[in-house]
């Protein structure tokens, strides 16, 4: 009876631990998160419920009373009975009287240790890396930055000082995520320390007269790398900010960040975003989601996580008051003349490296040590290098061959391993396998330092910037003999991807423009190697795509530099001309088009500049999108291009503020004049008013699009009348007056040359078959872009006359009304067009074009609501078995389709062997017809890209993901569904 009395106390015991841990892990998750769900209800009744897990649990209300007045802390408080209930507000009465004062007392502590850290640590920065001794001080030499609000019109981006970050931007509410993006050494770091430290100089006295960070509490500032395996925000803090003396517990820590308004600063994400779960959890708001959190990073590394951030902002380079003034500001720091530093900004071949901060600092170091000027990023950190390798030499007393063979060279392996981890901060464990270690930081590219936490005290060695890194690593690939070098470069990635799945928290995504740094260097010191120049460059040529047709730029494109255009940024690197065996591949690779955006980097156009100076024959074509660019750089470079013999500058994109612009763009880059550029697209959105003077292209303009064309702008139409139009695009214009009706009758009469021809529609402007009988007496009209409706008995009559005479190799039709008399002309001329070979269908129904068999296309679309149900889905499987030539597919699916459709559309596209470019919107993907959707991409061994963009459901699960990730990744392709 003893024994079994023992054990029945035993299990009772076992019972009550159990359920005293699963009440301490339910109080551990409230006090981690706001969020309180239907389970923690539920589980919070049981346990109170329970005398022994009750009593057990009442020391949590100290965890929680940070949160009062929140969900968590209310509900706890209501899973107690009425008496239970007042006996807790009078323990807490008493409690919050004795501990408030002390509550108080932690904060005053915590935040008088961190300014007085953030005032000791960050007064200055050390620019050289070979002098780190030297400090130039914060506040004396700093350039205080401006920067460009991203906003969803990208044309009118704000700029944003430092002191008005914190305010209110797009809405009334004050940001919680905001992102900094920008380029190496462009300036990010320094805007975090700068803001840390401005804080850590207590209050601005209110002279900043407005939200600025001085308006926080607390303002903690971290490395990204400093939160890979903590736990939380706390442990962070105590490990990273605070001295190991500090008498404070994590718990305490955690309830003075949830109590008070705190920013919490993450510099250079794109150092340690990999694996780093609980940054990742701040960014989207699973913990601490109504703190302020300030990121900052390189481009394109949290381009699956914008929309977390409320405020999204670039720094932008130096512009010329912001060198001289960084240039002044450095002399007087170290009490030189600046001149010589003043004279160096005017040299126009080294412009594009002083608009970066840290360029320009190594330009002003380098000017001191030596007056030539390095005009390449390659050189210069190659110059700046030679110096650290001789001043370590003599503080070493070894040649400086002896310091780059014992010292440079197990360093430029250790950055190699550093880099390919995606380091700057190295653990003691790793530097142990490198002998020597000690002596090799003392060259002055790894600064020691000593962390003391609780845990243990620990070595960590810091690069003194990223961009030495990729440097030192490019001096390792350099190094390496051929076979290596190409078989590290052949597994790189050269194509850009991008995979969102929302329902499932799927993000993942790279651009190519990841792989510039390093690869720029390494271009750079391989020139003088021809050879090994031409290998890389003809492997770059070839996986990025540079020799194929570039897709065509839209009246509202925005796109950034892309895979394709990595080859020029790679020239810009070379200090002389391209070397003739490098130039022989490049004329034999030539592209047939080259696009350049208003948003391509200063390398890109640099290397632009390298092309015009082969000798193409014939000129390659180039398309230039200006955008809203006023740059004065921007506005040389198109000049420089058009003067030059080996590069036609075919056709510009501009978006002028008003008409004395317009104006002024017409006439200063000769729109229309021979030898000049001869056609011209029009964003007309903001052009009001008549020009106060004649208006007039050149004669020779050959293209002419107008986007958003506004009836009082008739004028662009009159000076167009009489020009040899070869191309006319109207898109999106506003409801057509009389007036402007009559001056396009004109236009397209007189017009006999006219091969291509947009009507696209707006809400204003749905049906253009007033000017299909124009179309019919064009005998050269090759492509035609219109949206229709009914067709008038004349309009049917024109339009078949277009379609039988057998010319058009690209038809693009819109139709909103489902019209019968316009299916019925199309399906009828389909017998007879052997030379259609691009097909686009807008709002069309292709259930009444059976036909569709009969054609022959390397490209079709059917988009914007084609109504593909099941009937549809088995039309077209059936005819796409019939185009064996088609090299383009994109299909947006309106209506759920069954999976049997589905799967036999997806087998008739895989016999499509030739298909480059598949692409889906608002495709219906459940795990079902995963399998089939593998199927159909390994069999297109053509394919480049894949896009689904806009999941219809949730259909799709993780494990049905899984089968597909391994071939999407490998191929570079992209998802995007919500």
């Given at each position: 009876?003893?024994?079994?009395?023992?054990e029945?106390?035993?299990?009772?015991?076992?019972?009550?631990?159990?359920?005293?841990?699963?009440?301490?892990?339910?109080f551990?998750?409230?006090?981690?998160?706001?969020?309180?769900?239907?389970e923690?209800?539920?589980?919070?009744?049981?346990?109170?419920?329970?005398?022994?897990?009750?009593?057990?649990?009442?020391?949590f209300?100290?965890?929680?009373?940070?949160?009062?007045?929140s969900k968590?802390?209310?509900?706890?408080?209501?899973?107690?009975?009425?008496?239970?209930?007042?006996?807790?507000?009078e323990?807490?009465?008493?409690?919050?009287?004795?501990?408030?004062?002390?509550?108080?007392?932690?904060?005053?502590?915590?935040?008088a240790e961190?300014?007085?850290h953030?005032?000791?640590?960050?007064?200055s920065?050390?620019?050289?890396?070979w002098?780190?001794s030297i400090?130039?001080?914060?506040?004396?030499?700093?350039?205080?930055?401006?920067?460009?609000?991203?906003?969803?019109?990208?044309?009118?981006?704000?700029?944003?000082?430092?002191?008005?970050l914190?305010?209110p931007?797009e809405?009334?509410e004050?940001p919680?995520?905001?992102?900094?993006?920008?380029?190496?050494?462009i300036?990010?770091?320094?805007?975090?320390?700068?803001?840390?430290?401005?804080?850590?100089?207590?209050?601005?006295?209110?002279?900043?007269?407005?939200?600025?960070?001085?308006s926080?509490?607390?303002?903690?500032?971290?490395?990204?790398?400093?939160?890979i395996?903590e736990?939380?925000?706390?442990?962070?803090?105590?490990k990273?900010?605070?001295?190991?003396d500090?008498?404070?517990?994590?718990?305490?820590?955690?309830g003075?960040?949830?109590?008070?308004n705190?920013?919490?600063?993450?510099?250079?994400?794109?150092?340690?975003?990999?694996?780093n779960r609980?940054?990742?959890?701040?960014?989207?708001?699973?913990?601490?989601?109504h703190?302020?959190?300030?990121?900052?990073?390189?481009?394109?590394?949290?381009?699956?996580?914008?929309?977390?951030?409320?405020?999204?902002?670039?720094v932008?380079?130096?512009?010329?008051?912001?060198?001289?003034?960084h240039v002044?500001r450095?002399?007087e720091?170290?009490?030189?003349?600046?001149?010589?530093?003043e004279?160096?900004?005017?040299?126009k071949?080294?412009?594009?490296?002083?608009?970066?901060?840290?360029?320009?600092?190594?330009l002003?170091?380098?000017r001191?040590e030596?007056?030539?000027?390095r005009?390449?990023?390659?050189?210069?950190?190659?110059?700046?290098?030679?110096?650290?390798?001789?001043?370590a030499?003599?503080?070493?007393?070894?040649?400086?061959?002896?310091?780059?063979?014992?010292?440079?060279?197990?360093?430029?392996?250790?950055?190699?391993?550093?880099?390919?981890?995606?380091?700057t901060?190295?653990?003691?464990?790793?530097?142990?396998k490198?002998?020597n270690?000690?002596?090799i930081?003392?060259?002055?590219?790894?600064?020691?330092?000593?962390i003391?936490s609780?845990l243990?005290?620990?070595?960590r060695?810091?690069?003194?910037?990223?961009?030495?890194?990729?440097?030192?690593?490019?001096k390792?690939?350099?190094e390496?003999?051929?076979?290596?070098?190409m078989?590290?470069?052949?597994?790189?990635?050269?194509?850009d991807?991008?995979?969102r799945?929302?329902?499932?928290?799927?993000?993942d995504?790279?651009?190519v423009?990841?792989?510039?740094?390093?690869?720029?260097?390494?271009?750079g010191?391989?020139?003088e190697?021809?050879?090994?120049l031409?290998?890389?460059?003809?492997?770059?040529?070839k996986?990025?795509?540079?020799?194929?047709?570039?897709?065509?730029?839209?009246?509202?494109?925005?796109?950034?530099?892309?895979?394709?255009?990595?080859?020029?940024?790679?020239?810009?690197?070379?200090?002389?001309?391209?070397?003739?065996?490098l130039?022989?591949v490049?004329?034999?690779?030539?592209?047939?088009?080259?696009?350049?955006?208003?948003?391509?980097?200063?390398?890109?156009?640099?290397?632009m500049?390298?092309?015009?100076?082969l000798?193409?024959?014939?000129?390659?074509?180039m398309?230039?999108?200006?955008?809203?660019?006023?740059?004065?750089?921007?506005?040389s470079?198109?000049?420089?291009?058009?003067?030059?013999?080996?590069?036609?500058?075919?056709?510009?994109?501009?978006?002028?503020?008003?008409?004395?612009?317009?104006?002024?763009n017409?006439?200063?880059?000769?729109i229309?004049?021979?030898?000049?550029v001869?056609?011209?697209?029009?964003?007309?959105?903001?052009?009001?008013?008549?020009p106060?003077e004649?208006?007039?292209?050149?004669?020779?303009?050959?293209?002419?699009?107008?986007?958003?064309?506004?009836?009082?702008?008739?004028?662009?139409?009159?000076?167009?009348?009489?020009?040899?139009?070869?191309?006319?695009?109207?898109?999106e214009c506003?409801?057509?007056?009389?007036?402007?009706?009559?001056l396009?009758?004109?236009?397209?009469r007189?017009?006999?040359?006219?091969?291509?021809?947009q009507?696209?529609?707006?809400?204003w402007q749905?049906?253009?078959g007033?000017?299909?009988a124009?179309?019919?007496q064009m005998?050269?009209?090759?492509?035609?872009?219109?949206?229709?409706?009914?067709?008038?008995?004349?309009?049917?009559?024109?339009?078949?006359a277009?379609?039988?005479?057998?010319?058009l190799?690209?038809?693009?039709?819109?139709?909103?009304?489902?019209?019968?008399?316009?299916?019925?002309?199309?399906?009828?001329?389909?017998?007879?067009?052997?030379?259609?070979r691009?097909?686009?269908?807008?709002?069309?129904?292709?259930?009444?074009?059976p036909?569709?068999?009969?054609l022959?296309?390397?490209?079709?679309?059917?988009?914007?609501?084609s109504?593909?149900?099941?009937?549809e889905i088995?039309?077209?499987?059936?005819?796409?078995?019939?185009?064996?030539?088609?090299?383009?597919?994109?299909?947006h699916?309106?209506?759920?389709?069954a999976?049997?459709?589905?799967?036999?559309?997806?087998e008739?596209?895989?016999?499509c062997?030739?298909?480059?470019?598949?692409h889906?919107d608002?495709?219906?993907?459940?795990?079902?017809?995963?399998?089939?959707?593998?199927?159909?991409?390994?069999?297109?061994?053509?394919?480049?890209?894949?896009?689904?963009?806009?999941?219809?459901?949730?259909?799709?699960?993780?494990?049905?993901?899984?089968?597909?990730?391994?071939?999407?990744?490998?191929?570079?392709?992209?998802?995007?569904?919500?």
């Amino acid at each position: 009876m003893e024994d079994r009395h023992k054990e029945c106390l035993l299990k009772n015991r076992v019972y009550m631990c159990s359920e005293i841990s699963l009440s301490t892990e339910l109080f551990a998750n409230l006090t981690e998160s706001d969020v309180i769900t239907d389970e923690h209800v539920e589980k919070l009744q049981n346990i109170m419920r329970n005398d022994t897990t009750k009593a057990a649990v009442l020391h949590f209300l100290i965890e929680l009373l940070p949160k009062r007045g929140s969900k968590a802390f209310n509900l706890f408080l209501e899973a107690l009975s009425e008496s239970q209930q007042k006996h807790v507000a009078e323990r807490l009465k008493q409690w919050l009287s004795d501990v408030c004062s002390e509550d108080a007392g932690t904060f005053e502590r915590l935040r008088a240790e961190l300014r007085s850290h953030y005032e000791r640590r960050l007064a200055s920065i050390r620019p050289m890396p070979w002098l780190q001794s030297i400090c130039l001080n914060l506040t004396d030499v700093v350039v205080e930055r401006q920067l460009k609000l991203k906003t969803n019109n990208k044309s009118a981006r704000r700029i944003v000082t430092m002191k008005n970050l914190f305010t209110p931007q797009e809405t009334k509410e004050i940001p919680r995520r905001l992102l900094i993006e920008g380029n190496p050494g462009i300036g990010k770091s320094t805007i975090c320390q700068t803001l840390a430290h401005e804080w850590g100089k207590q209050s601005c006295g209110g002279h900043c007269g407005t939200v600025c960070v001085h308006s926080f509490d607390l303002v903690l500032y971290f490395h990204a790398g400093d939160f890979i395996d903590e736990e939380s925000v706390a442990h962070a803090v105590q490990k990273h900010l605070l001295p190991s003396d500090y008498s404070i517990t994590t718990s305490e820590l955690q309830g003075v960040i949830k109590a008070k308004n705190v920013l919490i600063i993450v510099d250079a994400f794109d150092e340690a975003n990999a694996g780093n779960r609980t940054l990742d959890r701040l960014i989207q708001g699973d913990i601490l989601r109504h703190k302020t959190l300030l990121i900052t990073s390189r481009f394109n590394f949290l381009q699956n996580k914008l929309a977390f951030f409320e405020s999204t902002f670039t720094v932008e380079g130096y512009d010329k008051e912001e060198q001289l003034k960084h240039v002044k500001r450095y002399a007087e720091h170290k009490n030189i003349a600046s001149a010589p530093f003043e004279s160096m900004l005017k040299d126009k071949s080294i412009r594009d490296l002083c608009s970066n901060p840290l360029n320009l600092t190594l330009l002003c170091l380098l000017r001191e040590e030596d007056t030539q000027l390095r005009i390449t990023r390659t050189a210069l950190y190659t110059s700046i290098h030679r110096i650290i390798r001789r001043k370590a030499g003599e503080r070493m007393d070894l040649t400086e061959a002896e310091v780059e063979e014992s010292l440079l060279r197990p360093l430029y392996q250790f950055a190699f391993e550093a880099h390919q981890k995606n380091e700057t901060v190295v653990r003691e464990k790793d530097s142990k396998k490198v002998e020597n270690f000690q002596r090799i930081c003392e060259v002055g590219y790894l600064t020691n330092e000593v962390i003391i936490s609780r845990l243990q005290k620990e070595v960590r060695f810091q690069f003194t910037h990223k961009t030495f890194v990729e440097f030192l690593t490019a001096k390792h690939i350099a190094e390496m003999d051929r076979e290596e070098r190409m078989n590290w470069m052949q597994h790189l990635r050269y194509a850009d991807y991008h995979i969102r799945i929302h329902g499932l928290a799927i993000d993942d995504d790279f651009k190519v423009e990841q792989n510039d740094p390093v690869l720029v260097f390494l271009f750079g010191l391989l020139e003088e190697e021809s050879a090994e120049l031409t290998e890389m460059a003809s492997l770059v040529i070839k996986e990025t795509r540079f020799s194929s047709e570039p897709h065509p730029i839209s009246s509202l494109d925005f796109t950034s530099c892309g895979a394709s255009h990595q080859l020029l940024r790679l020239l810009a690197e070379l200090n002389n001309v391209v070397p003739p065996e490098l130039a022989d591949v490049i004329l034999k690779r030539r592209p047939p088009l080259i696009n350049i955006h208003h948003y391509c980097s200063a390398s890109c156009r640099r290397g632009m500049l390298k092309l015009c100076n082969l000798r193409f024959q014939p000129p390659i074509p180039m398309n230039v999108h200006l955008g809203r660019s006023r740059d004065e750089e921007m506005m040389s470079f198109v000049q420089k291009l058009i003067e030059s013999k080996n590069i036609e500058c075919s056709k510009i994109w501009i978006k002028p503020r008003d008409h004395t612009e317009l104006w002024n763009n017409v006439r200063g880059f000769r729109i229309g004049q021979t030898n000049s550029v001869q056609q011209v697209s029009i964003d007309c959105m903001d052009i009001e008013g008549i020009p106060c003077e004649e208006f007039s292209f050149g004669n020779h303009l050959s293209e002419l699009g107008l986007f958003r064309f506004k009836p009082s702008l008739s004028f662009l139409l009159e000076a167009a009348l009489h020009k040899p139009l070869t191309s006319f695009q109207l898109t999106e214009c506003y409801k057509l007056d009389d007036r402007c009706i009559s001056l396009i009758h004109q236009l397209l009469r007189n017009q006999r040359n006219l091969q291509r021809v947009q009507l696209t529609p707006s809400p204003w402007q749905r049906h253009f078959g007033v000017f299909l009988a124009d179309f019919a007496q064009m005998e050269n009209l090759q492509s035609l872009e219109i949206s229709l409706n009914d067709l008038t008995d004349e309009e049917k009559r024109s339009l078949e006359a277009i379609l039988k005479r057998n010319k058009l190799s690209e038809l693009t039709i819109y139709s909103y009304e489902n019209s019968g008399s316009l299916y019925s002309v199309l399906n009828e001329g389909f017998n007879s067009m052997s030379s259609l070979r691009e097909l686009h269908l807008r709002h069309v129904n292709i259930i009444h074009l059976p036909n569709l068999r009969h054609l022959d296309l390397i490209n079709l679309s059917l988009l914007l609501y084609s109504y593909l149900n099941d009937d549809e889905i088995a039309v077209l499987s059936d005819v796409l078995r019939s185009w064996r030539n088609l090299q383009q597919l994109s299909i947006h699916f309106n209506v759920s389709v069954a999976e049997c459709s589905l799967r036999k559309l997806f087998e008739a596209i895989a016999d499509c062997h030739c298909l480059q470019i598949l692409h889906f919107d608002h495709l219906e993907m459940a795990d079902s017809v995963v399998p089939s959707v593998c199927r159909m991409i390994e069999s297109l061994k053509e394919l480049t890209e894949f896009t689904s963009m806009w999941q219809r459901n949730e259909s799709l699960t993780e494990e049905g993901f899984k089968q597909l990730e391994s071939i999407i990744k490998r191929k570079g392709l992209n998802i995007f569904m919500d």
